[in-house]
T-cell receptor
Framework: AQSVTQLGSHVSVSEGALVLLRCNYS??????LFWYVQYPNQGLQLLLK??????LVKGINGFEAEFKKSETSFHLTKPSAHMSDAAEYFC???????????FGAGTRLAVHP | DAGVIQSPRHEVTEMGQEVTLRCKPI?????LFWYRQTMMRGLELLIY????????DSGMPEDRFSAKMPNASFSTLKIQPSEPRDSAVYFC???????????FGDGTRLSIL
């Protein structure tokens, strides 16, 4: 069965530091992959998506993710964290039909001054 | 463009009462999803529809929960009778098709006293 694993339920960085949120997937076929962000008291918003066109995907708010098939990973990065990046981030993979997504457990990002 | 619209945003009711949550998906989207989010269990898929037909309801916790989609622009999630353990944030999401990202509403925060 397909699954998505996010390493680290909580990540804390200093403002201006590199953000790295880890995501690994398991899939027997090349998946479609997504990163979502959830701010407090809001729904999930799409940050970026991988659809096999390019391995490095750029998203909104300066985030990007790199698809590495050999490592079955799709880690999310941002060169310089901003206080407004504090939120929960979810990695998700398609399930091969009907657009059902498999979500990871989420990583809560804290940014401190 | 109007996003996914959920109502009400907040609902507080007493145990045993019937609760109805409503969702209007984005026009033209043919898939609709109901999720529940809690601190303990994270984001759970309850049920999803494709072209108004329920495809997978295996995530519905028990018979007290039911969902309908009478037409392409409206869906309901009903809990009858409600219990305190049903307290959670319920999200509705819609998608235009296979391998496309899901668009989430702002959720309904449900508190059962």
């Amino acid at each position: 069965a397909q699954s998505v694993t996010q390493l680290g339920s909580h990540v804390s960085v200093s403002e201006g530091a590199l953000v790295l949120l880890r995501c690994n997937y398991s899939s027997s076929v090349p998946p479609y992959l997504f990163w979502y962000v959830q701010y407090p008291n809001q729904g999930l918003q799409l940050l970026l998506k991988y659809t096999s066109a390019a391995t490095l995907v750029k998203g909104i708010n300066g985030f990007e993710a790199e698809f590495k098939k050999s490592e079955t990973s799709f880690h999310l990065t941002k060169p310089s964290a901003h206080m407004s990046d504090a939120a929960e981030y979810f990695c998700a993979s398609d399930s091969g039909g009907y657009n059902k997504l498999i979500f990871g457990a989420g990583t809560r990002l804290a940014v401190h001054p | 463009d109007a996003g996914v619209i959920q109502s009400p945003r907040h609902e507080v009711t007493e145990m045993g009462q019937e609760v109805t949550l409503r969702c209007k998906p984005i026009s033209g989207h043919n898939s609709l999803f109901w999720y529940r989010q809690t601190m303990m269990r994270g984001l759970e898929l309850l049920i999803y529809f494709n072209n108004n037909v329920p495809i997978d309801d295996s995530g519905m916790p028990e018979d007290r929960f039911s969902a309908k989609m009478p037409n392409a622009s409206f869906s309901t999630l009903k809990i009858q009778p409600s219990e305190p353990r049903d307290s959670a944030v319920y999200f509705c999401a819609s998608s235009p098709g296979s391998n496309q990202p899901q668009h989430f509403g702002d959720g309904t925060r449900l508190s059962i006293l």
